[in-house]
């Protein structure tokens, strides 16, 4: 995979954003009452509006207008009700009643509406007028989050993999029979093409990192306009601005970090604790995409967020991993002799196995719990738009790993009986074929970050 592809391949995936994702923004109230063509004797001394996530009380707007004119701005949200707008009701005779509200989900989801009631009048209401805005922030939305969580991801798995994977297959020597020799010998060969993919490997880190920055320059107007401007209370004031704000400067920070630790002789070896510090930013970032999310705001936050975090470092271990083979791993196994392709190549692979492995078991694990959390029926898989972006996430998940368990069960012991001299190399040593396999597995993940993108914009059902 070329980093140059990179760019375009996001182009690709933000087009498909703006083709499937629309229809899935709107955030509509759980509960309105009075309900929306609502006949009542008298009228009543509020209206509530309740949506299904905290609410940030500085973004709240609403009123209530009634028949004659008379007009009520008094709106709040309770300490002992936080999910809720209370809007006061002035007494205005018979008649229709209209009311219309906007706000902002402590998870970020900017909505909108309108309804009306009616007060000792049998004429029909009016049908209610949803204003521009009330169905969400639309694609822009999703692709601002679809960046920000590969840029996120991206960097902190590539960094992580190029370590645990790579660094440690080079240190290793490669896969050997027993006590054949040669690591040094491996080690000054790969040391002596590490300048081409090393470069590569940086490269896609930039444009990652550069997506990242791209994602929250979008995000940051996106959802203002969907608060009506409020720039100040949207930065200052909520759950989602303070997350901006520190995801913004963990991305400068990447970048410095990035600028300080690439001096010196490209190699693919052991780094020290380089690609610790360059995995950093990306590792806190995940935690802000979490802790402004929907896992935060149910009903058991704090282990909902680290259950969140933890489902969130196992994506960016595994796709970020990826990532690095394609970049990095395969231009350089491509660079090595015969002999040391094979005994570097099986290293790899049986180290990225495992790394696929743990994170796999994690993903389940969290997985589950989280759908358990957001989900409060097995219909509403099919039946809500939130459980179809899961649905779909799930496919494309299943999927792969049926290419991960073809790489552990067929690819994985195919290298290292041919590494280990227990059967002869195939025509390519099994590099195209890992290849092949790499890149189906970077294509299903990004479809997987797609619909996590779209899920974040939605509104889960409970």
Known sequence: MRPRLIAPGLVALCALVVVAAWPGAAHSATAISPPDGAVLAAAPQSVRIAQAAPLEPDLVQAQVRGPRGAQSREAAVGADDPQAIVIRVLPDGPGTYRVAWSGMTTDGHSFAGTSAFSVRSARPVAAPVVPAGADGAGPLAVIARLLVVIGVFGTAGM????????????????????????????????????????????????????????????ALPVQAVAVDGAWGDLLGGTRWGTAWIALLVLAVIGAVAALVVRGGRPSAGPSGARMYVLAVPGLLGAVLLSWSGHAASGTDATLGTAIDVVHGWATAAWLGGLVMLLVLALPLLRALGPDDRVRLGAGVVVRFSALAVGAVVILVITGVYRALAELPSLSALWSTAYGVALLAKLVVFGMMLVLAAWNRLVLHPRLERVAMGLEPPGASDGLAALAASVWAEVLLGAAVLLAVAVMVGLMPPT
């Open 159 to 218: 960094a992580l993999a190029r370590e645990w994977v790579l660094a440690r297959a080079w240190s290793a020597g490669g896969i050997a029979p027993p006590g054949a020799g040669g690591a040094d010998r491996l080690r000054a060969h790969a040391e002596a093409a590490s300048g081409g993919p090393v470069g590569r490997w940086w490269r896609a880190w930039w444009a990652l990192l550069a997506a990242w920055a791209v994602g929250l320059a979008i």
